[in-house]
């Protein structure tokens, strides 16, 4: 309903929303370009690696070393993470990042946003990551991923000189906000109690009002679960939530870092991957019971080769 529907935008809000955005957008081009670091052409990437590694010289000739991050090539990232870990040591990066989120903001929020046209997004449920996700669809125009809306520095102060207070409600109507609690996880729960059968560890802590995150932080950290801080329950969110849906470790260190700031080692993540499931040993029936979907349906409807072939009135031969 809410795909169809769509979402209202308060055109005045956008309007001020671009405005100011291109205004970013040019005062940082500027800093930037008296900075020698490019944002377009060839030679951005090499002239943003060539700053890096003399923030890596300078370091080095202090004693220190610069822990950095590097792509599979072993190249230097020029990744938003890596920004971040250096914008503190070179003011030049942070007005980079500044740039970055403004472009970004222009190009996939607020030009999408058009005159007279709703905003579509349309949600995916079941993903591996143990979320919902959205995207904007083929067919909808203007439509973009509504559920992960950016977080903007001054939301504290106003949210309606952020994107996402360009969004409103229709006339004569409100919006709801609602959050479940483990919600997920509490279907999760039922499904392995009553569904599949794999036992009912999981649905007993959700329905005793327990907070698994908590409870796998706790074991780990060998802590009662009310001492478990609020960074230490959110490093265990892409275990509870993604484990199920087959993700390794490296999946998970990745999801870790990147949506709750927590940088884990293999060990770490390992370590709360065993917590799960010595919680909920139905987990490992769980992620033991893989099948191939398609197979089974295909032989439990009899589709085989000549049965389609037969279907379409092209009877083949095959030799039994």
Known sequence: RISRTGVLIDQSRREEKV??????????????????????GAGKTSALVRRIEGLVRDHKRAGETLPLIYTET????????????LAGLDPVLDVLLKHRQATKLLSTYAK?????????????????????????????????????????????????TTIR????????NVFVVVDYAQIELAVLGWAWKHQLGFGGSLHEIVSQGRDMHRLIAAKVLG?????????????????????????GWRTIQKQAKLVYGAALTEEQVRERMLAYENLCPELTEHLSERVNA????????????????????????FPK
């Open 74 to 85: 072993g190249q230097i990232a020029t990744s938003e993470e890596q920004l971040h870990e």
């Open 165 to 172: 207070g360009c969004f409103v409600p229709a006339p004569g």
């Open 294 to 317: 398609g197979l089974e349906i295909a032989r439990a409807l009899g589709l085989t080769p000549a049965a389609y072939n037969a279907a379409i009135g092209k009877p083949r031969l």
């Open 112 to 160: 999408k946003m058009l005159p007279g046209k709703r905003v579509h997004g349309r949600f995916q449920y079941l993903m591996n990551t143990g979320r919902t996700s959205c995207n904007g669809g083929k067919l909808e125009v203007g439509g973009f991923n509504l559920q992960n809306l950016p977080k903007e520095l001054d939301a504290a102060k106003s949210h309606a």
């Open 19 to 40: 405005a100011e955005l291109e205004q970013i957008v040019a005062e940082t081009n500027r800093t930037l370009a008296l900075a020698g670091l490019p944002v377009e």
């Open 223 to 247: 802590k009662e679960p009310a001492n478990v801080t609020d960074p230490e329950r959110n490093a265990a969110k892409p275990v509870s939530l993604g484990r199920p849906g087959g993700l």
